[in-house]
């Protein structure tokens, strides 16, 4: 296992000395919104940092359900992760191509499954090409392990438990989507959805969280302040939320910079809670 400082981040250069690291698994898990029409592996498969591997959020997911990219089983993701290479005391570094979707999901879903030696490239793809780093392209070969997922269950939330979070007066809802969305001005991008936001949520589009000179998350300074202008104390027990549990897991990084290690993720998101004629919405 590679030492780290304990920030879940690391940089360009800490990635680019450690590369040939037999201990060290790199995943490319760019993810595009359909709208953006791009093809995250044909992207990977054209160029990605050299041993990275591609982890599908689509693909590694539960499809026993309709809803998008949602949390797959400890079985499915333990399989997954053993054929990218990654056993017990790996260190895994995730990246992508789009503003940290979906590298703090696959983050995300590490932790969620109890692999805590997993870090984020910070800036990505997009600050490893600016630096001239090296790329390749094609397939990276592999020597599958035995991975073992134990789930962490307080990193993850269900409807039921979004339901029940609503008699708590004080919970933290924190959503990351565009605040017209958020507001209910704007329509979804998933036909069948209402629009508005949780009751009593407050929103925080999570691209506020990055420098769009570096690609980078801001500083912990910074993100911290942005939380509080949020109307979030960063430093108490906060639910993220977005359309689908991508971008939410931004906030749940950013989140952890700033010290708060256990904010959970709401997995069904908006995806959810707007197709439920019962569930209560707010608009702007």
């Known amino acids: 296992m590679l030492t780290a400082t304990k920030s879940p981040l690391v940089s360009t250069e800490w990635l680019a000395e450690r590369l040939e690291s037999p201990d060290l698994v790199i995943l490319d898990a760019t993810f595009f919104l359909p709208n953006q029409g791009r093809n995250a592996r044909e992207d990977y498969l054209h160029s990605h940092i050299p041993g990275a591997h591609f982890f599908d959020v ?64 910070d800036g990505g793809q997009a600050r490893w090409q600016s630096l001239g780093l090296p790329t390749r392209s094609g397939p990276e070969s592999v020597h599958p392990q035995q991975f073992h997922a134990a789930l962490h269950p307080g990193l993850v939330r269900s409807f039921l438990q979004m339901q029940d979070l609503l ?75 977005c359309g689908s549990g991508i971008t939410a897991s931004v906030l749940a990084l950013g989140l952890f910079c700033v010290g708060n290690e256990f904010a959970a993720v709401y997995d069904g998101s908006w995806a959810e809670w707007g197709q439920h004629q019962d569930a209560p919405v707010s608009i702007a």
Not at 182 to 197: C, D, I, M
């Open 58 to 121: 689509d693909t590694i997911a539960d499809h026993r359900t309709n809803l998008p990219h949602m949390l797959p089983t400890g079985d499915v993701f333990a399989t997954a992760a053993g054929q990218f290479g990654i056993e017990e005391f790996t260190t895994v570094v995730v990246y992508d191509n789009n503003c940290f979707m979906a590298s703090a999901r696959a983050w995300w879903t590490f932790r969620a499954f109890g692999h805590d030696h997993v870090l984020v490239l």
């Open 167 to 241: 008699n708590h007066p004080g919970a933290q809802i924190l959503d990351a989507r565009p605040p017209g969305r958020f507001a209910g001005q704007e329509p979804e991008p998933r036909p069948g959805l209402r629009s508005g936001h949780i009751p009593g949520s407050r929103n925080l589009f999570y691209k506020r969280l990055i420098n769009e000179e570096t690609h980078c998350l801001k500083s912990p300074n910074t993100l911290e302040q942005e939380f509080l202008d949020a109307g979030i104390d960063p430093h108490k027990p906060v639910v993220t939320t």
